[in-house]
């Protein structure tokens, strides 16, 4: 990684992270916009044929798009739901989303018991909701910087989306050659296709 997209990403990083923290510390407002990203990600899995096939998505922390039920809700509207799990050295696992009571992982997220997946199961699933702090017009993705989503998306070719508050699309994400782009973005205001470039 050049030192000067580090220190890009890092400014982007304190500055998205900051507006979730405010967005955190008023529930109601976060709220109407969990409520309206959840609906948009429906829209988003029926338009592109996706509902009731396998999806990948996640539980959120408190700080993060989607309630705390996120992936729970979105079990309605596919057979089944794979959420991560983190391991060592920025790896991700899978399990089944299956409402039973889950447990904190290493970094805090709720997690499932059960079975657990490579990042090759993906490859089963008809779209992937994935967790940004922010994304920019071509669909590059901010995460946190451990680069635990940029593994397992380069090694699948199963649609992908990353759900941010529309106060996140940005006019350009600092990224390098491993850095791995979405094809989707799903706001509140609705969803679109990214711009391929």
Not at 93 to 104: I, K, L, N, R, Y
């Amino acid at each position: 990684m050049s030192p000067r997209s580090s220190s890009a990403k890092q400014a982007l990083r304190a500055q998205l992270t900051q507006a979730r923290r405010a967005l955190r510390d008023d529930p109601q407002r976060k709220a109407l916009l969990d409520a309206a990203l959840t609906e948009h990600t429906m829209s988003f899995l029926r338009d592109i044929g996706a509902e009731d096939s396998n999806i990948a998505a996640y539980n959120p922390l408190p700080t993060e798009p989607g309630a705390a039920n996120f992936a729970d809700m979105l079990r309605a509207h596919a057979r089944r739901v794979f959420v991560p799990l983190s391991l060592p050295d920025g790896v991700l696992a899978w399990a089944v989303q299956d409402g039973a009571p889950a447990a904190p992982g290493a970094l805090g997220i709720s997690e499932p018991a059960g079975p657990r997946y490579t990042s090759r199961v993906l490859d089963s699933c008809g779209a992937l909701i994935v967790p940004a702090l922010g994304v920019d017009a071509s669909g590059m993705r901010l995460g946190k910087g451990a680069g635990y989503y940029d593994r397992a998306l380069s090694a699948t070719d199963a649609p992908t989306a990353a759900v941010v508050y529309d106060d996140n699309v940005v006019d350009a994400v600092p990224h390098d050659a491993h850095d791995v782009a979405v094809q989707a973005v799903i706001t509140p205001s609705g969803w679109w296709w990214a711009e391929r470039k």
